[in-house]
């Protein structure tokens, strides 16, 4: 990379040239009929053209633009694909002076798919995810939908079941919808508790294949039930994750943090600003985030929308659910 200034525009204007490598690199980074380099001209009001397999940059972000062309070759090696939302991710990681994160965090591979795809963290918010739940035997994960903060400690959890470091997977959720009760549920507890569980089947069944998945369901080895059913019990040699903890009350939260046993490692994930609990009652996981902040050997992650890894659609409506949230917060001020 290369930077020149000149004359009266040294302080506002730079030009910045990158160097891709290949033909087929600079293909890549730039997109078809050069769409990513015009957004990366339109977000940082910069001028560009091609130099061979160069790419020229001017204007007063130019460091900034050839950061983020450096992160998209970074994605580009690790054999992922630029799409949007990539792209918005690596100028808003190159606006803040992150450059370099995105393609150490794409060299880890969390976990394998049964079809052999890798499974890999997509930003930094989700590799300092990983990296907690790795490092710490309890592991809350907070954010918003398409983070996945499901996805990815199923995934940590079917890893380290084939390296033999737990015995059992252990998944469970509270039974809160539009306030049924299970036991008003016609079927057996199976039969209940699959609308409620679903997410962490489709996870599981991706990951270790649906023959092998059925095969470790019948043996006991996975484990998926409603919240209360864990009262009473010592969760040992497990990874335990309890799903949508925001619809967990606080005795509930006590009660499930309160199982572990030995060797097992716990994740609680959920989205704060969804919490479906009746009138009167209060977020188990928001209490636990407040009060565990510090413990020794448990990690708090609170992801954002800038982690959010599904349609680039769901990033623009997770942000005009907050800015809603906080119009209503301030009117209730008022």
């Known amino acids: 990379m290369q930077a020149s200034t000149s004359g009266k525009e040294a302080i506002t204007e730079t030009t910045v ?3 891709t490598g290949s033909l087929d690199r ?6 078809v009929l050069d769409e ?3 957004v990366i001209a339109r977000e940082l009001s910069l001028s560009t053209r091609i130099d061979g397999t160069k790419i020229v940059l001017t204007g007063a972000e130019a460091d900034v633009g050839g950061a983020v062309i450096a992160n998209l070759l970074a994605v580009a090696d690790a054999g992922e694909h630029i799409d949007r939302s990539a792209l918005l991710y690596c100028i808003a990681l190159a606006r803040e002076g992150n450059a370099e994160d995105l393609g150490a965090v794409l060299k880890d591979v969390v976990a394998v798919t049964s079809r052999g795809k890798p499974v890999k963290c997509k930003t930094v918010g989700q590799s300092a995810y990983v990296d907690a739940m790795r490092k710490n035997t309890i592991t809350f994960g907070t954010g918003p939908a398409g983070t996945g903060k499901t996805y990815l400690a199923v995934s ?3 890893a380290l079941y084939k390296a033999k470091t737990v015995d059992k997977i252990i998944l469970t959720r509270p039974a809160v919808e539009a306030g049924e009760k299970l036991g008003f549920l016609p079927g057996d507890l199976q039969t209940k508790v699959d ?3 679903r997410p962490l ?3 599981l069944q991706e990951l270790f294949g649906m023959e092998t998945y059925a095969k470790l369901m019948e043996k006991g080895v996975i484990e998926v039930a409603p919240l ?3 009262r009473g019990r010592t969760l040992s040699g497990a990874f335990v994750i309890l799903d949508e903890a925001q619809n967990a009350t606080r005795e509930q939260m006590k009660m499930f943090l309160t199982r572990l046993g030995e060797g097992s490692r716990m994740v609680v994930t959920g989205d704060l600003t969804q919490t479906d609990l009746p009138d009167g009652k209060s977020s188990g996981l928001a209490h636990a985030v407040n009060v565990l902040k510090g ?3 448990i990690a708090i992650v609170a992801l954002t929308e800038r982690d959010v890894v599904r349609h680039p659609l769901v990033t623009r409506i997770v942000r005009a659910y907050e800015r809603d949230e906080q119009r209503r917060r301030k009117g209730e001020k008022r």
């Open 17 to 19: 040239t990158v160097e």
């Open 26 to 31: 600079l293909r890549t980074v730039i997109g």
């Open 36 to 38: 990513n380099l015009t």
């Open 156 to 158: 940590l959890a079917v």
């Open 195 to 197: 609308p409620y569980l």
């Open 201 to 203: 089947y489709d996870a």
């Open 228 to 230: 209360a059913y864990m």
């Open 295 to 297: 413990v020794e050997d």
